[in-house]
Nanobody
Framework: QLQLVESGGGLVQPGGSLRLSCAAS????????IGWFRQAPGKEREGLSC????????NYADSVKGRFTISRNHAKNTVYLQMNSLKPEDTAAYYC?????????????????WGQGTQVTVSS
């Protein structure tokens, strides 16, 4: 069945960088927009970024614009989220999710399949 696996999270100091990966098992991501989300304890799931199926269009939440970059490598069936200039408020569980085809919005309800998440902790 459809399965996404996030990786690359960990502990990093403020100002540091991490690259998250989103890989699919037993299906191709080629036909789908992929979104990145995060959720901190007690908070709503926040849409961070989305990349269209072709990779030709991307969008970002204001909270991460200029610091995070989404990309995809179709040959590796993987989507990435490069996170730079990390701040303590970036601490959360990060999830990737399968959308439709285009990036239509940041509402989690627009995304059908989710990974289990990878924890990012930004702390001194």
């Amino acid at each position: 069945q459809l399965q996404l696996v996030e990786s690359g999270g960990g502990l990093v100091q403020p100002g540091g960088s991490l690259r998250l990966s989103c890989a699919a098992s037993e299906f191709t991501l080629d036909y789908y927009a992929i979104g990145w989300f995060r959720q901190a304890p007690g908070k709503e799931r926040e849409g961070l970024s989305c990349i269209s199926a072709s990779g030709g269009n991307t969008n970002y939440a204001d909270s991460v614009k200029g610091r995070f970059t989404i990309s995809r490598n179709h040959a590796k069936n993987t989507v990435y989220l490069q996170m730079n200039s990390l701040k303590p408020e970036d601490t959360a569980a990060y999830y990737c999710a399968v959308g439709n085809y285009y990036c239509l919005g940041s509402n989690p309800e627009l995304y059908k399949y989710w990974g289990q998440g990878t924890q990012v902790t930004v702390s001194s």
